[in-house]
T-cell receptor
Framework: GAVVSQHPSRVICKSGTSVKIECRSL??????MFWYRQFPKQSLMLMAT?????????EQGVEKDKFLINHASLTLSTLTVTSAHPEDSSFYIC??????????FGPGTRLTVT | AQSVTQLGSHVSVSEGALVLLRCNYS??????LFWYVQYPNQGLQLLLK??????LVKGINGFEAEFKKSETSFHLTKPSAHMSDAAEYFC?????????FGQGTELSVKP
């Protein structure tokens, strides 16, 4: 149990286009999901907390107009990188909150902006 | 604010040797602590967690960690390393539902 999927696993897009990444909890409902960004050889940086049915809460320094988050159902959160630029290239990981303390992570999405 | 510090960005052990990955935390309240493992180009997998129950926590794949309040530590150990243990390991503390991660420790296992 506690499986989280992400789609796509890899995406290459041109500068200026938008990319949507989906995060799904497959066998449990998650009112809260989280989006992280990870640079090579570095730790995970929390970008935002996605709450079902309400606006996402963004961490300081994260542009909410650039990284649009929608949590439309208890099993799906999406991250849209708008007007992507090469500096947005990164590994994006989502997690879903379950129980009192635990987060279960998706496999990640490698975004490359050319 | 809570934080975790992982001592050593890279640890190398021989196959069959003891694995010790260090994590120290800073918290003004009783912490909830976690160890995650990440294989290349993958997400994170929970190894074990401490949530104020037993101080010695056993996890998956033969790993365990001991919560020591006096030392503010939560070190991860495994008695005998296996080649498949080579990965990145992250210690994390929960703060109001959010996870605060350490910098990570890359574990290499030599044959």
């Amino acid at each position: 149990g506690a499986v989280v999927s992400q789609h796509p696993s890899r995406v290459i897009c041109k500068s200026g286009t938008s990319v949507k990444i989906e995060c799904r909890s497959l066998d449990f409902q998650a009112t809260t999901m989280f989006w992280y960004r990870q640079f090579p050889k570095q730790s995970l940086m929390l970008m935002a907390t996605s709450n079902e049915g309400s606006k996402a809460t963004y961490e300081q320094g994260v542009e909410k107009d650039k990284f649009l988050i929608n949590h439309a159902s208890l099993t799906l959160s999406t991250l849209t990188v708008t007007s992507a630029h090469p500096e947005d290239s990164s590994f994006y990981i989502c997690s879903a909150h379950r129980g009192q303390y635990e987060q279960y992570f998706g496999p990640g999405t490698r975004l490359t902006v050319t | 604010a809570q934080s975790v510090t992982q001592l050593g960005s890279h640890v190398s052990v021989s196959e069959g040797a003891l694995v010790l990955l260090r994590c120290n935390y800073s918290s003004s309240v009783p912490p909830y602590l976690f160890w995650y493992v990440q294989y290349p180009n993958q997400g994170l997998q929970l190894l074990l967690k401490y949530t104020s129950a037993a101080t010695l926590v056993k996890g998956i794949n033969g790993f365990e960690a001991e919560f020591k309040k006096s030392e503010t530590s939560f070190h991860l150990t495994k008695p005998s390393a296996h080649m498949s243990d080579a990965a990145e390991y992250f210690c994390a503390v929960s703060e109001r539902g959010k996870l605060i991660f350490g910098q990570g420790t890359e574990l290499s296992v030599k044959p």
